[in-house]
């Protein structure tokens, strides 16, 4: 029909007329993770994927009292279960601290380690619930984050890192007022 929506001199303007169930000829995924967030910013490098870099962000300014303030990520395994890292200290000078051919930029000895569950979709998209309490005391407050995937052996070649892990390069996030 006329209303299908399209970009013009598209490949293909007209909607499919093929019968349900059958997949769409193309399917697009975009992860809402904005490049700019007020009181977060990148640091360090990671250890790219099979799918390659990640891209590290949060979806919103890490305010007290913030209930959705989560972690994004993208070029995840699919369906995969990650490993978010959260610490109130970074660690840039021992690049490898665990042996493990991945870069880790936090201090794992630091007063505050947290360890949270990153969720990723059939696409490679992530996402981690990292709720920030209301409480004046954290305002001002630094931490930084790195998200850690484990590959599946069959997924790729190269083979990403000795043992099959990614990571991403860190996060520094203030809490705001």
């Known amino acids: 029909s006329s209303d299908f929506p399209t970009t013009p001199g598209a490949y293909q303007t007209t909607f499919p007329s093929v019968a349900w169930p059958y997949p769409p000829i193309l399917v697009c995924s975009k992860i809402d993770a904005p490049d700019h ?4 910013s990148a640091f360090g490098s990671g250890a790219p994927g099979c799918a390659g ?3 590290f962000t949060a979806n919103s300014v890490p305010k007290s009292g913030n209930a959705q303030f989560r972690f994004l990520c993208t070029r995840a395994p699919a369906n995969a279960l990650g490993l978010a890292l ?5 660690n840039l000078s021992t690049p490898d601290p665990l042996g493990l ?3 880790l930029h936090l201090d794992l000895a630091a007063s505050e380690l947290y360890a949270l569950d990153f969720l990723s979709d059939a696409w490679g998209n992530a996402d981690c619930l990292a709720p920030i309490p209301t409480n004046p005391a954290l ?5 930084y984050a790195q998200v850690l995937w484990v590959w599946p052996t069959a ?3 190269p083979f990403p890192s000795t043992y099959g892990l990614s990571t991403a ?4 996030f203030v809490v705001q007022p």
Do not use: Q, R
């Open 37 to 40: 967030v007020f009181g977060v």
């Open 53 to 55: 870099e990640h891209h």
């Open 86 to 90: 959260v610490s109130t200290a970074k």
């Open 101 to 103: 051919s991945i870069p």
């Open 139 to 143: 305002v001002g407050n630094h931490y």
């Open 155 to 157: 997924s790729c070649s």
């Open 169 to 172: 390069w860190g996060l520094d």
